[in-house]
């Protein structure tokens, strides 16, 4: 997507669609194990969507038991599909279910440049998951961690270890070039969702590099999916809501062009 063509979309026309255009998606939870998307790999942008091993936990929506990793699934990568649709030229999996659902270990996940993982504070890796996950980044793709906070952190780094053993997390700041890969993003002031835990975002670089290949992002403290998913609902603030969409958005379009 050249600068010509994001520029192209009015300010009026974003703030409409990110506030409303969602909305008209169907509303759902994860109250089975989801099933995975198309069945047949045809070119499109695929939302990708992380499974791990782990049980039914208790807490969930309406003292329901939720999986971890499927928090928010399907509606939130659905509206976040169809945001993508209308202000992008990209022609993203429009299925009901959401996008694809691939373990670390699965070869399928090298088709999908970009994958999200909720609740990570949950997630451990067999050897084999390991090497998945470390050959899926290597080789170009970008995973985002989102829906964690407090010591959850500390289970994502453990586990991101086995992976990267020198690999660090960095703090990112607004100007690094993920948050400028379509809308241009000047704060990464966020409301916090898990109040009064403050939001911080993280990268991991190659090399440990802030200038070099961004690897992945982890969104602590934070939920963009909840407001994904919520969107329409009158539940979470527009102004809110916008900037989730616009960080996703940003995330998916690095993904494609880094």
């Not at 780094?157 to 660090?168: C, I, N, S, T, W």
């Not at 700041?173 to 109040?195: C, G, K, N, Q, R």
């Amino acid at each position: 997507m050249t600068c010509g063509v994001r520029r192209r979309v009015s300010a009026l026309a974003v703030a409409v669609l990110l506030a409303s255009g969602a909305a008209a998606a169907v509303g759902g939870r994860a109250d089975t194990d989801p099933v995975s998307g198309p069945e047949v790999y045809d070119g499109r942008f695929v939302f990708a969507r992380i499974r791990y091993a782990f049980g039914y936990v208790g807490g969930g929506f309406a003292y329901r038991p939720d999986l971890p990793w499927a928090h928010d699934y399907p509606t939130a990568e659905r509206n976040l599909m169809r945001i993508l649709e209308d202000i992008t030229l990209i022609d993203p999996y429009m299925g009901r279910d959401g996008g694809a659902i691939l373990m670390l270990d699965d070869p399928d996940l090298f088709m999908y440049p970009f994958a999200y993982m909720s609740e990570p504070g949950y997630w451990t890796l067999s050897d084999a998951e390991t090497v998945g996950l470390r050959n899926y980044l290597r080789k170009g793709g970008f995973l985002i961690f989102d829906d964690f906070h407090d010591e959850h952190w500390f289970n994502l780094e453990a586990q991101m270890r086995k992976v990267f053993p020198d690999l660090r997390w960095i703090e990112l700041d607004a100007t690094h070039p993920v948050y400028h890969s379509f809308f241009d993003i000047d704060s990464l002031e966020f409301e916090p969702m898990y109040a009064p835990a403050i939001p911080i975002f993280y990268g991991l670089f190659e090399d440990n590099d802030p200038n070099g290949r961004l690897l992945s992002v982890a969104n602590y403290n934070n939920d963009i999916g909840e407001y994904w998913e919520f969107d329409g609902m009158g539940w979470l603030t527009i102004d809110l809501t916008n900037e989730a969409y616009k960080l996703g958005v940003n995330y998916i379009m690095y993904a494609l062009t880094h």
